[in-house]
């Protein structure tokens, strides 16, 4: 639907994130996770097309809630392969999210990490949320098939 559903959370020692816990949900539009999904899967169109009609909630100032400025976020991520969000889910806080790619080649989860807006080593992290998903994303093509060209094709996927 039109929130995203966090399935599990690990927690530095350092970061005191009240915003999101397991099973917790938050609005699609607003966090870094839900932006991967509206990005990266074939249901993003239609999800558009729904928070158009909908409406996009503000949870803090800097909320996209402008379905132009929603999209142009979007289709900018897609070249990069991630997300990122800046203090619209959460006030003092930023996200970068990457895809998980189901055996269906469907975006079926992402992972995301969220770090005070302060830190200055964001990009640094990027290679390492890309990797992550495509790492779990290869486990699961593997799990799901033995044929070697359906795992290349994961891999090409996972790599974009």
Known sequence: GL???????IVGATNNHPFTSVWGERPIHSTAS???????????????????KKGMEAITRR????????????????????????????????ALAAPVWGASK??????SISMKIERS????LVPMIKNVARDISLD?????????????????EARR
């Not at 080593?121 to 640094?124: G, H, M, N, Q």
């Not at 699961?140 to 090409?156: H, P």
């Open 3 to 9: 929130k995203v559903r966090y399935l599990s959370r």
């Open 34 to 52: 839900g932006k991967a999904f509206l990005a990266f899967s074939k249901d993003g169109p239609a999800l558009l097309r729904e928070l158009e």
């Open 63 to 94: 909320t996209i809630t402008s379905i132009l400025d929603l999209k142009k976020s979007i289709d900018s991520s897609k070249n990069f392969g991630y997300v990122y969000e800046e203090g619209e889910s959460a006030i003092g806080w930023k």
């Open 106 to 111: 469907e975006v079926i989860a992402t992972v």
């Open 121 to 124: 080593d964001i990009a640094d």
């Open 140 to 156: 699961l093509a593997r799990q799901s098939s033995s044929d070697t060209n359906t795992t290349r094709s994961f891999e090409a």
